[in-house]
């Protein structure tokens, strides 16, 4: 079992950054997969990066060069370092982690907009 929580969204204009935490329940160590997904209004939940327990890290074509996803292991921490922001990265952004079965945070709101 992995209880994850968000935190870190909020409103940022344009161009601005915002770094998203997310806090795991137990140890990230042996956990396969973790990674950042998001869904704009009227849209599907979409992939934004993961991060494998080798740190082989994988991002949307979309957020290439301008996100960063990374983890602190022994704070049991994920991270998404959000730069340049566009209004297009509007959603809510949900944590997610993969180890025997997909796990799911609660999701927070990110607002790009002037």
């Known amino acids: 079992q992995v209880q994850l929580v968000e935190s870190g969204g909020g409103l940022v204009q344009p161009g601005g950054s915002l770094r998203l935490s997310c806090a795991a329940s137990?140890?990230?160590?042996?956990?396969?997969?973790m990674g950042w997904y998001r869904q704009a209004p009227g849209k599907e939940r979409e992939l934004v990066a993961t991060?494998?327990?080798?740190?082989?890290?994988n991002y949307a074509e979309s957020v290439k060069g301008r996100f960063t996803v990374y983890r602190v292991i022994t704070q049991n921490m994920m991270y998404l370092q959000m730069n340049n922001l566009k209004p297009e990265d509007t959603a809510v952004y949900y944590c997610?982690?993969?180890?025997?079965?997909?796990?799911w945070g609660q999701g927070t709101q990110v607002t790009v907009s002037s």
């Open positions: 997610y982690a993969h180890h025997q079965r997909g796990y």
């Open positions: 137990r140890s990230i160590f042996s956990i396969d997969v």
């Open positions: 991060i494998s327990t080798t740190s082989y890290t």
